[in-house]
C-alpha cells in the first residue's frame, strides 16, 4: 500500500522568501514520485518527478526536491518566491514498475505576499 | 498535439439528470483517469482504465459509469445527479515504462447540481 502526507494545507511566504512545501511517503516497493502544481481553474501539470535517477530533481521554474529514502521525504524547495507561484501543489507517489494508481496527497496551498 | 481535452468546461444539472463528461486525449496513452476534487480533500479517484474495453473502479465510483471503447476516448456517465456530485472533474492520461508514469491532466469540468 501506499500513501502521501503533505504537512500543512496553506504555506504562506513573502515574495523573495525561500518556498519549502513538505511531502513524505509510505510505499511497500520503491516509489515513483511526484509534485503536480495547479494554478486557479486549471488542471494539474507536472513540475518534477522522480523516478530512481538522481535524488536531487529539478523542475521547471526553479523549484527542485530532493529524495530522502531514510526520511521517506520528498520535500520541494524553491530559493525565492514569486507571486506568480501563488497555485496549488500536489504531491503524488507511485510504485515504480507496480500499481499504475497514483496516490495523492491532500495538496498545499501556497500564498506569496509581496 | 492538444493533450487532454475535456468538455463542458462548466455545467449546471438538477438533481435526478443525467450527463456526459466527455474526455479525450491525441498521446495513445493506454492508462486514463477520471477525478473528483473538492476543496482541501485533494483528488479522489473515480475510474480507470488501462486500456481500450478495459475499466475498474477506484475510490469513489457510485454514482458514475465509464466506457473505454476506444485508446482516445474515456467518458464518465453520471445518471442520476446528486447535491453530492457537485465538484470540479479532471481527466488524466498516463503513459507507463521507461521511468515515465507521469499523468498529464485535462483542464477539468466545474459540474453544479442543483
Known amino acids: 500500500a501506499q500513501s502521501v502526507t503533505q504537512l500543512g494545507s496553506h504555506v504562506s511566504v513573502s515574495e523573495g522568501a525561500l518556498v519549502l512545501l513538505r511531502c513524505n511517503y509510505s510505499s511497500s516497493v520503491p516509489p515513483y514520485l511526484f509534485w503536480y502544481v495547479q494554478y486557479p481553474n486549471q488542471g494539474l501539470q507536472l513540475l518534477l518527478k522522480y523516478t530512481s535517477a538522481a535524488t536531487l530533481v529539478k523542475g521547471i521554474n526553479g523549484f527542485e526536491a530532493e529524495f530522502k529514502k531514510s526520511e521517506t521525504s520528498f520535500h520541494l524547495t524553491k530559493p525565492s518566491a514569486h507571486m506568480s507561484d501563488a497555485a496549488e501543489y500536489f504531491c503524488a507517489v507511485s510504485e515504480a514498475g507496480g500499481s499504475y494508481i497514483p496516490t495523492f496527497g491532500r495538496g498545499t496551498s501556497l500564498i506569496v505576499h509581496p | 498535439n492538444a493533450g487532454v481535452t475535456q468538455t463542458p468546461k462548466f455545467r449546471i444539472l438538477k438533481i435526478g439528470q443525467s450527463m456526459t463528461l466527455q474526455c479525450a486525449q491525441d498521446m495513445n496513452h493506454n492508462y486514463m483517469y477520471w477525478y473528483r476534487q473538492d476543496p482541501g480533500m485533494g483528488l479522489k479517484l473515480i475510474y480507470y482504465?488501462?486500456?481500450?474495453?478495459?475499466?475498474d473502479k477506484g475510490e469513489v465510483p457510485n454514482g458514475y459509469n465509464v466506457s473505454r471503447s476506444t485508446t482516445e476516448d474515456f467518458p464518465l456517465r453520471l445518471e442520476l445527479a446528486a447535491p453530492s456530485q457537485t465538484s470540479v472533474y479532471f481527466c488524466?492520461?498516463?503513459?507507463?515504462?521507461?521511468?515515465?508514469?507521469?499523468?498529464?491532466f485535462g483542464p477539468g469540468t466545474r459540474l453544479t447540481v442543483l
Open positions: 488524466a492520461s498516463m503513459v507507463r515504462g521507461g521511468g515515465r508514469d507521469e499523468q498529464f
Open positions: 482504465s488501462v486500456g481500450a474495453g478495459i475499466t
